[in-house]
């Protein structure tokens, strides 16, 4: 009878070490898990700052290669504003034109005449605002539903016009308001839009072909 209660304590406690056993290595699974999650996380963010970061160098270049076109020469900075919408997402590509934007406030002549707070003064200011804006409508619209050409060809232009809609009102304001210099409408249009927007209109083409391109890249390096 000993040794049978003997025997049925040696089986129970063996049962409970291993049942203590698979508990701590359960737990350490989780931790290593959690780990796990944690390192991704890491190399999430720190692949997203880098891809930021490309970006707003990819619009501060953009600033400066010049299209010598007739009548109306134009720059290849709405071209990376827009790609920044189409292949980082609405969010991080309004960030890295953001920044872009900051740091030209900040002083660094890196915007087409220049930099510093004093630019906020400019009639083409708004255009600027308009990039931060237009990126974020480009994203959304791109990132809402499958990624044809045809989702990448109405993104890219519901940027474009969000960028003149922008840049045309803040014309108008400063030249009215700031500088005491009223333009009319059909100037603003004229001038600010009818004869600037060819250029950007076979940006938005080159965008949504690029971007239909690229955004598997894009995707690849998300997993």
Not at 42 to 62: E, H, K, P, V, Y
Not at 106 to 111: E, R, V
Request: net charge positive.
């Amino acid at each position: 009878m000993d040794k049978y209660i003997h025997s049925e304590v040696k089986i129970n406690y063996c049962h409970l070490i291993l049942k203590i056993w698979l508990t701590i290595r359960s737990e350490g699974d989780i931790i290593i898990d959690r780990k796990e999650v944690t390192v991704i996380k890491n190399s999430t963010r720190t692949r997203d700052m880098i891809l930021t970061a490309l970006f707003t160098a990819l619009i501060t270049a953009g600033a400066y290669i010049r299209i010598p076109v007739p009548v109306c020469p134009f720059t290849l900075q709405f071209l990376f504003t827009t790609l920044a919408g189409v292949l980082l997402g609405s969010r991080k590509g309004a960030a890295a034109v953001g920044i872009y934007v900051i740091l030209g406030l900040a002083g660094l002549p890196i915007f087409t005449s220049g930099g510093g707070i004093g630019y906020v003064f400019q009639p083409t200011f708004g255009y600027l605002l308009g990039f931060i804006v237009g990126a974020f409508v480009t994203g959304v619209i791109t990132h809402s539903g499958p990624v044809t050409f045809r989702r990448l060809l109405t993104a890219c232009f519901a940027g474009l016009f969000t960028v003149y809609a922008m840049g045309m009102l803040y014309y108008w304001l400063i030249s009215r308001f700031w500088l005491g210099q009223p333009i009319g409408l059909w100037s603003l249009f004229l001038y600010c839009f009818l004869l600037a927007v060819p250029g950007d209109i076979c940006l938005c083409i080159l965008s949504a072909v690029l971007g239909k391109r690229l955004l598997p890249v894009f995707k690849n390096l998300s997993t």
